[in-house]
């Protein structure tokens, strides 16, 4: 019979998660999933924004604040010989997300009412502040 060994895990892959985990946090997000997996995908991190300020706005014009529900999927690469990490996020990784994103608003209904988009966030090399890009599977 053959097996299948588990691969170890990509620790430098697990470091830059957790350092996005962190560069979020700081940023005043609510992270609510990390590495939540479905039956065909996995979604890296599922947070909530931290609510706009709006104390600048008159009063008349403030609007009533929610956070957005935010999809992340982070990428590494030690180099860009090959091309930028986000070129990485192709559109069939997108649908996996997608789909998983869904799967996690059937379970969680709560949520389902929030504005929600898709972010890619990425390190290239020893780079330690990463680049965001929001919106990123935008139409």
């Known amino acids: 019979m053959w097996f299948r060994?588990?691969?170890?895990?990509n620790t430098t892959g697990a470091q830059k998660e957790q350092q996005a985990r962190d560069w979020l946090?700081?940023?005043g997000f609510n992270i609510l999933e990390q590495n939540y997996r479905c039956k065909g995908g996995e979604i890296d991190i599922i947070a909530l924004s931290p609510l706009p300020n709006n104390s600048a706005l008159p009063l008349h014009s403030q609007i009533n604040p929610e956070?957005?529900?935010?999809?992340?999927?982070?990428?590494?690469?030690?180099?860009?010989?090959?091309g930028h990490p986000s070129e990485f996020v192709t559109k069939k990784k997108q649908r996996r997300i997608t789909l998983c994103a869904q799967l996690f608003l059937l379970k969680n209904t709560p949520l389902n009412h929030l504005p929600m988009r898709f972010d890619v966030i990425t390190?290239?090399?020893?780079?330690t502040t990463p680049e965001w890009i929001k919106n990123a599977f935008g139409q």
Do not use: C, H, M, W
């Not at 956070?67 to 982070?74: A, D, G, R």
């Open 5 to 9: 060994k588990k691969k170890a895990p």
């Open 67 to 82: 956070p957005t529900l935010v999809f992340f999927e982070i990428k590494y690469r030690q180099n860009s010989d090959y």
């Open 25 to 27: 946090q700081n940023k």
């Open 123 to 127: 390190f290239e090399g020893k780079q």
